[in-house]
């Protein structure tokens, strides 16, 4: 520590243990745990696994949140349907919510027409991701699930940095999921002091709808071998199931009864209990 430490961690340059560049959430905000859910590229179910574990925890009598951090790729809204936009007041920006009381931030709700791009800098981007942590008022929050932008970016880091993020869960396809670019993320994690809580399998396998078997269609299951080399307990694995595109394409994600992800949100449920 600085001898004349003064406490105000982003003003000082020191670089000591106590640093600590957490950002606070607005003061009317109330949220205990935060995880993020990360991917080592984009369209592997990222968003679709965030909107699942958030559908769970809600059924399970948590009081859920959902901050979609994929500035540029923004599809929660979409998958809950939801077509209102934020509302500001003096006091700071109010999320929207859900059918099922779900609170929800996202670049979607803020764009008047959600069509249009948002072609911005890195720099600008991880400062709206920050501003949905520190100007939203989130009401009365359990679990909040972050939708991170996928791969290891300036943004991702921005987020590691800023946010008080309690874990993450890791989002792959059965080919990618030992590959580089995945251990790359969980490497990230790791050296940021980010516990890694889960890892999910998405698309992980079809079921014939003649005989109920398992087919592998995008190869042999890896999810073990990933869980063995992080050394990570609680894992999931969630089919290719056109039900799934259909619920999340027609916003009605939270009528979806699979429950591929309950016993990972139940190994979630641990850190607050
Ligand atoms: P990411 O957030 O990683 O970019 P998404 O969650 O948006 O990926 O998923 C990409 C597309 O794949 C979406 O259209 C989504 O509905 C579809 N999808 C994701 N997972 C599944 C699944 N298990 N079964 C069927 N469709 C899926």
């Keep these: ?3 004349e430490c003064t406490h105000d ?4 340059k020191e670089n000591c243990s106590q640093r600590d560049m957490h950002k606070k959430p607005h003061e009317l905000s109330k949220i205990k745990k935060v995880i993020g859910i990360v991917s080592g590229k984009g369209g592997v179910g990222k968003s679709m696994t965030t909107a699942m574990l958030a559908v769970t925890a809600q059924r399970n009598g948590y009081k859920t949140a959902v901050m979609d951090a994929d500035i540029t790729g923004p599809s929660i809204p979409k998958m809950f349907g939801i077509t209102d936009k934020a509302m500001g007041t003096d006091m700071g920006i109010l999320p929207v919510m859900s059918k099922t009381g779900i609170e929800i931030m996202s670049m979607n709700v803020l764009l008047e027409d959600d069509t249009e791009p948002v072609i911005w800098r890195g720099p600008v981007i991880a400062g709206t991701v920050l501003q949905f942590w520190t100007d939203v008022i989130w009401n009365d929050v359990d ?9 290891t970016g300036d943004v991702p880091l921005s987020i ?3 946010v008080p993020l309690d874990g ?7 080919q990618e999921l030992v590959s580089m670019i995945v251990q790359k993320a ?3 994690a790791q050296k940021m002091n980010i516990p890694i809580l889960g890892i999910v399998e998405n698309m992980s396998y079809v079921r014939c709808p003649d005989c109920g078997k398992q087919i592998e269609v995008f190869g042999k ?18 089919p290719f199931d056109g039900a799934l595109t259909t619920c999340a394409d027609r916003g009605l994600i939270e009528l979806y009864e699979g429950d591929y992800v309950d016993g990972l949100f139940h190994s979630l449920e641990k850190i607050i209990k």
Excluded: N, W
């Design 1 to 3: 520590m600085a001898e």
């Design 9 to 12: 961690c982003e003003s000082c």
């Design 143 to 151: 679990f909040m699930f972050v939708d991170m932008p996928p791969g």
């Design 160 to 162: 590691y940095q800023s």
């Design 168 to 174: 993450i869960v890791i989002v792959s396809t059965p």
């Design 186 to 188: 969980a490497h990230m």
């Design 221 to 238: 299951s890896r999810v073990g071998e990933l869980a063995d080399m992080f050394k990570i307990d609680a894992v999931a694995r969630i």
